[in-house]
T-cell receptor, first 110, second 112 residues
């Protein structure tokens, strides 16, 4: 089955700096790669996603890049704000099953 | 729209008891799924369904059963609860398996 690895597990940045979280996957059949944000005690919520026919997608301060050849994708958050502090999960889907990374706890220091 | 709803929010079971976690969605989504979330483990897929009458196993299906008799409902049954099933359970739905998943609020289950 698919194996999704996510790094780093914790990340602290100063407010205004950028944050980068990286994920790798193993199954070349995976074709959909969402990123979720989960605040403490809350449900995961989608923040951005990318499909295998696209290399990069941007939504305001958030961007995701995908390298299908190397089987890795990354989340980039620019101009970080304290409200960006949360746990972020990457995932990979082959259309039937979603496989999640183990999460990155991001802390933005004011 | 209520989105995805789950009941109960909290549950304590004794080892060996059985129970059903309820999940419902009002978005007419074909794809529904159940995950468990444990510290440091991310979300792991238990079972999923691509439509009414169709279910399949995910990554960690042992000890759990599901059925999908309607588009709206996707209950998860614990057959004989074990302490290893102590976790937070999330139900999710999406249009298809390659589109945004909407998660329910979760059920925190403790098995003693």
């Amino acid at each position: 089955g698919e194996n999704v690895e996510q790094h780093p597990s914790t990340l602290s940045v100063q407010e205004g700096d950028s944050a980068v979280i990286k994920c790798t996957y193993s199954d070349s059949a995976s074709n959909y790669f969402p990123w979720y944000k989960q605040e403490l005690g809350k449900r995961p919520q989608l923040i951005i996603d990318i499909r295998s026919n696209v290399g990069e997608k941007k939504d305001q301060r958030i961007a995701v890049t995908l390298n299908k050849t190397a089987k890795h994708f990354s989340l980039h958050i620019t101009e970080t704000q304290p409200e960006d502090s949360a746990v972020y999960f990457c995932a990979a889907s082959n259309g039937n099953q979603f496989y999640f990374g183990t999460g990155t706890s991001l802390t933005v220091i004011p | 729209n209520a989105g995805v709803t789950q009941t109960p929010k909290f549950q304590v079971l004794k080892t060996g008891q059985s129970m059903t976690l309820q999940c419902a969605q009002d978005m007419n989504h074909e794809y529904m799924s159940w995950y468990r979330q444990d510290p440091g483990m991310g979300l792991r897929l238990i079972h999923y369904s691509v439509g009414a009458g169709i279910t399949d196993q995910g990554e960690v299906p042992n000890g759990y059963n599901v059925s999908r008799s309607t588009t709206e409902d996707f209950p998860l049954r614990l057959l004989s609860a074990a302490p290893s099933q102590t976790s937070v359970y999330f139900c999710a739905s999406s249009y298809m398996g390659i589109y945004e998943q909407y998660f329910g609020p979760g059920t925190r289950l403790t098995v003693t």
